[in-house]
C-alpha cells in the first residue's frame, strides 16, 4: 500500500529554470496539501487542491509559483524562473476528507 | 494570527532519560493539536493528536496533554531510546478539523546518545 509518492527526491535548477515537482497522493486520498520547508524553519503552508480545484492557496507566493491537481495523474507544484531563495525542502501530504495528513518525503530543491 | 513555538534544540539527552519538548500555541477558536516526528531524509509522520482541551494524546510511549488554559501541548517521554532521535514539530489545525492546514512550530531536534 504506497504513501504519498513524490518525485524527483532532489532537483537541481540554475537561476531562472523551471522546476516542476510532482506528488502522488495515497490511494484513495482527494486531498492534497504542499508545504514548503526552509532551512532552519518549520513548514509553511502554500496550497491545498483537491481534484481540479484549488481550495486553498494562501501561502502561494504570488509570483512565479503554480500549483495543479488534474483529474488523472499526480498534482504538481511548478516553479517558474526560480532564483536562490527557492531552494529548500517541498513536502506534499495527503488526506481523505477528516483524515490525518500523510507526507511524503519531500524534494530537495537547490538552485545554484 | 494563529502561530505556534516550541522550545528551541537541539535537545540532547541519554538513553533512559525524561524528555521534554515545549510547545504554545497562540489561536482564535478551538484548533486540534498535533505532534509530528520527522527522521532523517524523510517526510513527517504524525505522533500524536488532540482534538479539544484536556485531551491526551499518546502513542509509542510519547504522550501531550491539549492544556487550554495554559495555550500548552508539550511533549513528553518517560525513557528515550536511541531511535528517538529525530526532529519533532508541534502544529495546530486551523479551520476546527474541517481542513488540513496546519500550522508548524519551527522544529525541535532530539539528538539521543547511547
Known amino acids: 500500500n504506497a504513501g504519498v509518492m513524490q518525485n524527483p527526491r532532489h532537483l537541481v535548477r540554475r537561476r531562472g529554470q523551471e522546476a516542476r515537482l510532482r506528488c502522488s497522493p495515497m490511494?484513495?486520498?482527494?486531498?492534497v496539501y504542499w508545504y514548503r520547508q526552509l532551512p532552519e524553519e518549520g513548514l509553511k503552508f502554500m496550497v491545498y487542491?483537491?481534484?481540479?480545484?484549488?481550495?486553498?492557496e494562501s501561502g502561494m507566493p504570488k509570483e512565479r509559483f503554480s500549483a495543479e491537481f488534474p483529474k488523472e495523474g499526480p498534482s504538481i507544484l511548478r516553479i517558474q524562473q526560480v532564483v536562490r531563495g527557492d531552494s529548500a525542502a517541498y513536502f506534499c501530504?495527503?488526506?481523505?476528507?477528516?483524515?490525518?495528513?500523510?507526507f511524503g518525503n519531500g524534494t530537495r530543491l537547490t538552485v545554484t | 494570527g494563529n502561530s505556534v513555538t516550541q522550545m528551541e534544540g537541539p535537545v540532547t539527552l541519554s538513553e533512559e532519560a525524561f524528555l521534554t519538548i515545549n510547545c504554545t500555541y497562540t489561536?482564535?477558536?478551538?484548533?486540534?493539536l498535533f505532534w509530528y516526528v520527522q527522521y532523517p531524509g524523510e517526510g513527517l509522520q504524525l505522533l500524536l493528536k488532540?482534538?479539544?482541551?484536556?485531551d491526551k494524546g499518546s502513542n509509542k510511549g510519547f504522550e501531550a496533554t491539549y492544556r487550554k488554559e495554559t495555550t500548552s501541548f508539550h511533549l513528553e517521554k518517560g525513557s528515550v531510546q536511541v531511535s528517538d532521535s529525530a526532529v519533532y514539530f508541534c502544529a495546530l489545525s486551523e479551520g476546527g478539523g474541517a481542513t488540513n492546514k496546519l500550522i508548524f512550530g519551527t522544529g525541535t531536534l532530539l539528538a539521543v546518545q547511547p
Open positions: 488532540a482534538t479539544k482541551a484536556d
Open positions: 490511494k484513495g486520498h482527494s486531498h
Open positions: 487542491l483537491q481534484k481540479e480545484n484549488i481550495i486553498d
Open positions: 489561536a482564535t477558536g478551538y484548533p486540534s
Open positions: 501530504a495527503s488526506s481523505s476528507p477528516n483524515s490525518p495528513l500523510h
